[in-house]
């Protein structure tokens, strides 16, 4: 069969993208970097040769599934992990991990956990002020003010953490880890236990929060939803090598392998003895089509709907055409249509 919706294999791919989004303008303020980064564990190279920077009120996702090296690289960017090749630059300094240090880590970084790790038989108000204990009570009641209010949880500061809803301890979470103005925010999937519209109103006020403090966030997650949403910057993370940097838009739109475009979705994949079938001129070998855009025209490819599921906002479809099978998202649903693809991106 030519087309495919979903790709199932995971080759490897044949570019190393550690470096493409590696900005060259000296003007720009990178507060913390990982560079050639390369860690091995019980004999697997988890992570090879990693470049990444983080800029000051940016929010860079670190995106790819379990296993692909993700939370590794988070420890070692926070001095917690050892790396055994490369270095990781805090405002420009290389900084030591655990070998080096007796107290691994560093104030300036860090970290907030998927599982909220927050003191229980605590209210909200004690849980913040326990990372704030070895400053003045003069500005701990000033800091906890303004936390209570940066992440609208000032009505919940005199409750019991063990009241509290999984949105609510992940804003008490984050907000701790915030305590101490901090430089640089890594978060480690911390959203995967909350509902989607918990998830989108923390993941937008995550972003805020990056531009109001001017904090750097490092955002691990295998959602792409997340990175659409929240990010300046993506990296997807596969088999332990950095195959794709950019924007988001500009990754989704020309994710330039399979690996990565299957992370965002169903896709069309056409090869290239059937471009001139549907449209398509590129020199590639196969490209890929987002249903979204196989779009319904008055005059274009004939085509019958096999199957539809209503999903809230539009339909998607299976249609055939040509004796090949696409999936398709529109507004209505169609037993005939005439059908046109009008975008695709080169694999």
Same mark, same amino acid.
């Given at each position: &069969? ?175 880890? &915030? ?131 209503? &999903? ?8 055939? &055409? ?26």
């Amino acid at each position: &069969m030519i087309l495919e919706e979903r790709f199932t294999g995971y080759p490897t791919p044949d570019k190393d993208f550690s470096l493409i989004f590696a900005s060259n303008d000296s003007s720009v303020k990178h507060i913390l970097a990982a560079k050639n980064i390369s860690k091995t564990f019980e004999g697997r190279n988890i992570l090879q040769n990693i470049s990444l920077r983080l800029k000051k009120g940016d929010v860079h996702v670190l995106l790819g599934p379990s296993g692909s090296g993700k939370t590794s690289l988070l420890r070692i960017m926070a001095g917690l992990l050892d790396p055994d090749e490369g270095s990781v630059l805090l405002d420009g300094e290389v900084i030591e991990g655990p070998n080096d240090r007796l107290v691994p880590g560093y104030e300036e970084i860090s970290i907030a956990h998927q599982d909220f790790r927050l003191k229980h038989k605590m209210t909200v108000w004690e849980n913040i002020r326990y990372e704030l204990l070895a400053y003045t009570k003069d500005y701990q009641t000033e800091r906890l003010e303004t936390l209570l209010k940066l992440f609208r949880i000032e009505h919940l500061k005199d409750k019991d953490i063990s009241l509290l809803s999984g949105g609510e301890k992940q804003r008490v979470a984050i907000s701790r880890a &915030m305590a101490h103005e901090p430089d640089v925010l890594l978060m480690d999937e911390p959203f995967s236990n909350l509902d989607l519209g918990t998830k989108s109103s923390l993941l937008s006020e995550i972003r805020n929060i990056a531009q109001a403090t001017q904090t750097a966030i490092l955002l691990v997650t295998h959602d792409t939803r997340d990175a659409l949403e929240v990010g300046d910057i993506v990296s997807v993370l596969h088999e332990g090598k950095i195959i794709r940097q950019g924007a988001p838009k500009e990754v989704y739109n020309n994710p330039q392998s399979e690996v990565v475009a299957n992370l965002f979705g169903p896709f069309n994949l056409v090869k290239k003895k059937e471009f001139k079938k549907f449209g398509i001129v590129s020199k590639a070998e196969k490209v890929g089509i987002w249903p979204e855009n196989v779009t319904p025209v008055k005059d274009g490819i004939k085509a019958k709907r096999v199957s539809s599921t209503f &999903m809230g906002h539009y339909w998607k479809q299976e249609i055939s &055409m040509s004796k090949h099978t696409f999936t398709m998202y529109s507004n209505s649903e169609s037993d005939q249509l005439n059908v046109q693809v009008v975008d695709y991106f080169d694999l």
